[in-house]
């Protein structure tokens, strides 16, 4: 393959995958009775770019079409060899899936994966549910008659300190129970296959530790966001983003409050720099590590990911936090819609609203 390659299954109404970011997804499709018939098929996704450089990009999957379950390996086997023989294997800048089916078209692109499949492809089929982010955290029924629980995962840390004990309470949780982890997509773990008798054990070791399980406990803003790993241990970040985050992240809801939106929440990622490790160009607000302690900020993404976000300034320094975002908080508190999230609002409004709102705000 000239470049990696992300695969994603899902199934309908569930985006807790970002299924707009990968190569290629396939959707589970059911009959009624739940037994498995196909999968809609996704692919074109992909997030890293290099700033100053127009021809790198972030772009959101298109739809390619339904797949019968008997056909999706020789489907799958048709698009990786359509990607394996015209992926640009001249500059690894432009080397991924979505950069060929940009510059195809999806058209192209489908004649193409036909001809490796050997007959046409099926219109994706409808989707009633619409996709929504989840991120299983708390205590969940697996439908067996057992039950799994997802822990909040700081950033993706697991780490002991001082009174805060989670690698210690992750392996006393394991090497008792015998229990299979699943790490996710959105940084956090799930505890799976647990017998109800062991649930109270379970919290009493959690408590133990130090470790928030009730995740109503948790804020909002925190439990949506997400950092890449960037300093010290990237060697591509320019910025800071896992360690400098949680402090973003209350300065953020010192502000909300300030402007008298102490409730509001939404999608926050931070990248160190523009490879996009965190997914910030899915993310309603969007930092990305720019210049040294400077950040490009991304707004105009939505809940649940399923809308890319367009970048809105390219470098705000880390002390303008506040006088960047107020403003634009301001704005929103006045003309949103009932119910609309910040980054339907930003949507909605448009860059050049924001900007002279932001230009002629005194504060
Ligand atoms: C710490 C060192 C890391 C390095 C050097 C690194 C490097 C990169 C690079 C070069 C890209 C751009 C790929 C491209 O455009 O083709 C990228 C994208 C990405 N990485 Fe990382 N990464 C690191 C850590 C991580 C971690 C820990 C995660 C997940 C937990 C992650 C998830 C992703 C995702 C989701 C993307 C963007 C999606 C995409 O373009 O497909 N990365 N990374
Ligand atoms: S996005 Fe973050 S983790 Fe990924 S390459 Fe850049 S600094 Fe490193």
Redesign the pocket.
């Known amino acids: 393959m000239p470049?990696?390659f992300?695969i994603s299954v899902t199934v309908p109404g569930d985006n807790s995958i970002?299924l707009y970011?990968?190569?290629l997804t396939l959707v589970v499709m059911t009959n009624l009775k739940g037994e498995l018939k196909g999968f809609n098929v996704f692919a074109g996704?992909?997030?890293?770019?290099t700033h100053g450089k127009e021809e790198?990009f972030?772009r959101a999957a298109d739809p390619i079409c339904y797949v019968d379950k008997a056909d999706v390996y020789e489907l799958v086997k048709a698009i990786v060899a359509t990607q394996r023989d015209y992926g640009d294997r001249t500059d690894r800048?432009h080397?991924?899936l979505k950069y060929l089916i940009n510059d195809w078209g999806v058209d192209k692109f489908r004649t193409k994966v036909e001809e490796y499949f050997g007959k046409s492809l099926e219109p994706s089929k409808y989707l009633a549910k619409k996709f929504k982010y989840q991120d299983f955290l708390g205590w969940n029924e697996q439908g067996d008659g057992k039950l799994f629980l997802g822990l909040s995962i700081d950033n993706?840390r697991v780490k002991d300190e001082g009174d805060f004990q989670l690698k210690t309470a992750l392996r006393e949780i394991v090497e008792k129970f015998n229990l299979p982890m699943r790490v996710t997509?959105h940084?956090n773990v799930l505890l799976c296959e647990i017998l109800p008798g062991n649930k109270e054990e379970i919290i009493a070791i959690l408590k133990r530790c130090g470790i928030v399980s009730d995740p109503s406990k948790i804020d909002t803003l925190e439990r949506l966001s997400m950092a890449?790993?960037?300093l010290p241990?990237?060697?591509?970040a320019i910025t800071e983003s896992e360690r400098i985050i949680p402090s973003f992240l209350q300065r953020i809801r010192a502000l909300l409050k300030k402007v008298g939106l102490p409730k509001t929440s939404f999608v926050t990622r931070m990248t160190g720099c523009p490879?996009?490790?965190?997914?910030p160009y899915m993310a309603e607000l969007g930092l990305v590590g720019s210049a040294p302690e400077s950040y490009q900020v991304w707004l105009g993404g939505c809940p649940n990911q399923t809308r890319l976000a367009r970048p809105y300034t390219e470098k705000m320094h880390a002390d303008d936090l506040e006088t960047f975002l107020e403003p634009i908080f301001v704005l929103y508190k006045q003309q949103r819609k009932k119910e609309e999230s910040f980054g339907n609002f930003c949507d909605r409004i448009g860059f050049d609203a924001l900007r002279e709102f932001s230009e002629s705000y005194q504060g």
């Open positions: 470049r990696k992300k970002d970011t990968q190569d996704g992909g997030l890293g770019r790198t972030a800048r080397a991924r993706g997509p940084q890449c790993p960037a241990t990237c060697g591509l490879n996009g490790c965190a997914r």
